[in-house]
């Protein structure tokens, strides 16, 4: 594979990277919380009558005003001894509402160990923690739920999803189908299987459950770019263009996947289409369609596709800001040194060192138009100017090296040579450097 074909293959295979699907799921901790505010009889704790008679005072004021419903309980329980495990759970739920997470945690940890099969104390304790990112501390807490007795498929679902952000990927995707088996319509736990499966490479079932969130949610661009990634995976490409150029014609497609598209209609040369394409980019995204495009045009003029390349760089509109400019002109440059059209390159470039003087590259493609039209005096002046600039010392050292040499300036062109090596051994040059110095010590030259 050459080089070129090697730049724009490594591009595709950039964009094959798998989203990851263990996106918090989009439920109400308050919510859930607040829905426990409500006893279970028999199956837990009892309040004293001294508490249940505070309970239900404030026990409306948990969801509308829990702030004041926490004063309200701190100051009537204030001369009291150690309420009951019941009336902490409530006291948790009230600072949970309030904000003050480290006062309901402290209140639900006391109710658990009083009252260690209090289930719902397990999985509010839980859900604070998931809510704070504290996945490997919910863990215990939604799987302390589960053994008691509690069935409902949010409390499987976050215990799936945090057992996957800790990494326990077999035990998280037990979690997600029991969670599946009691809502089956869940987009949360689908999406959590389904990350599962891509991290698994199990990309059968992977298909079939990415299919069904876009059969759910057609709108979801996301879905339809994780689709057509699970198709590349598989190397089934001819589909997954397929799949993309559906979401682009409806309108689906997303940013990514419009540059997933392009990318694959760049490795097939189809020009016009990746080029379509990465102008559709380029009008949502500005900066990533415009790097697009300059980097199709660059592979094309590599590869010897001027026509192609022109083609590509004239859809590309006024570059917004200096370095958008500087990266246009020198593609512009590029293609009319590739084409040998030595005035057009020296116009571009010498725009170029107008917005940024120190560029090296740009100087030394400046330094080739001059020597390719055989004016070795300005080629010289922009090699030194390049020599000078340390990212392009190196390449300015061989080309100078070369024009003393054809000056047979040998003494000079060996201190070019040894300067290029200090940078970076090659066996090339140093076999370069040997012929220099063969001729040094044949014309009687020396360095000062």
């Not at 009537?76 to 759970?89: G, L, Y």
């Amino acid at each position: 594979m050459n080089p070129q074909k090697t730049l724009l293959v490594a591009s595709l295979a950039a964009s094959l990277v798998l989203p990851a699907f263990a996106s918090e799921p989009k439920l109400d901790p308050k919510r859930i919380i607040n829905e426990s505010n409500s006893f279970l009889k028999e199956r837990e704790p009892e309040m004293t009558e001294e508490e249940y008679a505070l309970y239900q005072k404030v026990v409306s004021m948990l969801t509308a005003n829990p702030a004041f419903a926490v004063k309200l309980l701190e100051a009537m329980n204030s001369d009291r001894e150690e309420p009951s495990p019941a009336f902490q759970f409530i006291l948790g739920n009230a600072y949970y509402a309030a904000g003050e997470n480290e006062k309901a945690e402290a209140n639900y940890r006391s109710s658990v160990r009083r009252f260690p099969t209090f289930l719902r104390a397990w999985v509010n304790l839980g859900i604070l923690y998931y809510s704070s990112a504290r996945y490997a501390e919910a863990v215990p807490c939604f799987s302390k739920a589960v053994v008691l007795g509690d069935r409902d498929s949010t409390t499987f679902g976050l215990l799936g999803f945090s057992l996957q952000k800790e990494g326990d990927l077999v035990s998280a995707e037990m979690a997600y189908m029991q969670a599946l088996g009691g809502d089956p319509a869940n987009v949360d736990w689908k999406e959590g299987l389904l990350g599962i499966c891509i991290d698994g490479k199990q990309f059968t079932r992977a298909e079939s459950l990415v299919k069904n969130l876009i059969k759910e949610r057609p709108r979801e661009a996301r879905y339809w770019l994780t689709y057509a990634n699970i198709l590349l995976a598989e190397n089934r490409k001819v589909e997954a263009t397929v799949l993309l150029e559906t979401a682009s014609g409806t309108g689906v497609a997303s940013v990514e996947g419009l540059m997933t598209l392009g990318d694959l209609y760049a490795e097939q040369n189809m020009v016009p289409e990746a080029a379509e394409v990465y102008q559709k980019v380029l009008a949502a995204s500005p900066e990533m369609g415009g790097q697009k495009l300059l980097h199709y045009a660059q592979v094309l003029i590599y590869a010897g596709r001027l026509q192609d390349a022109e083609h590509v760089l004239d859809r590309i509109g006024a570059p917004a800001g200096d370095a958008a400019s500087v990266v246009l002109l020198q593609a512009r440059a590029d293609l009319y040194t590739a084409e040998r059209k030595w005035p057009e390159a020296r116009r571009e470039l010498e725009e170029l060192l107008k917005i940024s003087p120190l560029d090296g590259k740009a100087l030394v493609s400046l330094g080739r138009a001059y020597a390719s039209d055989d004016d070795v005096p300005r080629a010289t002046l922009a090699f030194e100017a390049a020599y000078r600039v340390a990212s392009s010392t190196y390449v300015a050292s061989l080309e100078l090296a070369n024009i003393e040499l054809k000056n047979r300036h040998y003494a000079k062109s060996e201190e070019y040579l040894e300067k290029a090596l200090s940078i970076e051994k090659t066996d090339a040059v140093e076999d370069f450097l040997v012929r220099v110095k063969s001729l040094v010590a044949g014309s009687g030259q020396a360095n000062p």
